[in-house]
C-alpha cells in the first residue's frame, strides 16, 4: 500500500473520529438543555397550579364574604336606625328604609350565604340547611348562579321556618328538585328553564302555591314577600 495514501486515510479517520465526538458531545449537552428546559416547564407549571389554587382560594372567600358581609351591614344599620327611634329622633324615610331591609336581611331565607356559612364550618349542624331548603349546601352552591333555584328554594326555607310548609308545596318542591337534579352544570339547568316545560311548570307552581299560603296566613308577609324583590 502507498505509504501517502495510508497518511491520507488515517488523517481522515482522525477527522472523522473528532467530528463523531463532537456530535456525541452536543447531544449531550443537548440532552443536558432539554432536561434542564423541561425541569424548568415543570417548575412553571408547578407555580401556576399555587397560583390557580390562590386564586380560587380568594375568589370563594370574595363569594363567602360579599354577601355575608351586606347583610351584616344592612342588620347593623336596622339596629341603629331603631336606637335613633328609641333616643326621639326623626329618622325619615331612609331610616324606615334601613329598618325594613334590616329585617329581610335578619328574617328571610338566603340560600347561597346560608350554604356557604355551612361549608365555611361556621354551623355545624348538618341536618339544619337541608331541613330549611330541602336541598344539602354542596347542592346549592353549585347551584349558586341559577337565579330559579335560589328564589324557590328560598321560598321553601321561609314557609319551613314559619310552620307554614304544607303538602301542596313540598310535593310539587320535590318533583322540582327531581328534575332539576338531571342537569349536570348550574349552565344546563339555566338552560332548561327556558327550554324544559315541566320545570317551567312546576316553578309556576310553587310560586302560586308560595302567593296563595302567604295571602291566607299575612303572619311574616313582608318578610317572606320580599324573596320577589331581594
Known amino acids: 500500500m502507498d505509504p501517502w495514501k495510508d497518511s491520507d486515510l488515517q488523517d481522515e479517520l482522525v477527522q472523522m473520529r473528532r467530528k463523531i465526538e463532537k456530535l456525541e458531545t452536543e447531544k449531550l449537552l443537548q440532552g443536558d438543555e432539554i432536561r434542564a428546559l423541561k425541569a424548568e416547564a415543570r417548575s412553571y407549571q408547578d407555580e401556576l397550579r399555587s397560583l390557580n389554587g390562590k386564586v380560587q ?108 310548609l304544607t303538602s301542596d308545596f313540598q310535593v310539587p318542591f320535590e318533583r322540582f328538585l327531581e328534575v332539576a337534579k338531571t342537569y349536570f352544570s348550574s349552565m344546563e339547568l339555566r338552560a332548561a328553564f327556558r327550554e324544559n316545560n315541566t320545570l317551567q311548570q312546576l316553578q309556576d307552581e310553587l310560586q302560586n302555591c308560595y302567593d296563595k299560603i302567604v295571602a291566607a296566613n299575612p303572619r311574616g308577609r313582608q318578610d317572606s314577600s320580599s324573596q320577589h324583590n331581594p
Not at 103 to 128: M, S
Open 57 to 164: 382560594s380568594l375568589e370563594e372567600q370574595a363569594l363567602q364574604e360579599t354577601p355575608a358581609g351586606n347583610i351584616g351591614k344592612e342588620v347593623r344599620l336596622r339596629y341603629l336606625e331603631r336606637h335613633r327611634q328609641w333616643m326621639g329622633r326623626g329618622i325619615g324615610k331612609p331610616g324606615y328604609e334601613r329598618i325594613k331591609c334590616g329585617d329581610r336581611a335578619a328574617h328571610r331565607g338566603r340560600p347561597v350565604v346560608d350554604a356557604l356559612l355551612c361549608l365555611t364550618g361556621l354551623i355545624t349542624d348538618r341536618e339544619v340547611y337541608p331541613d330549611l331548603y330541602g336541598v344539602i349546601p354542596e347542592t346549592m352552591k353549585k347551584w349558586k348562579d341559577v337565579p330559579e333555584m335560589i328564589e324557590i328554594t328560598g321560598f321553601h326555607a321561609s314557609l319551613q321556618s314559619e310552620g307554614r
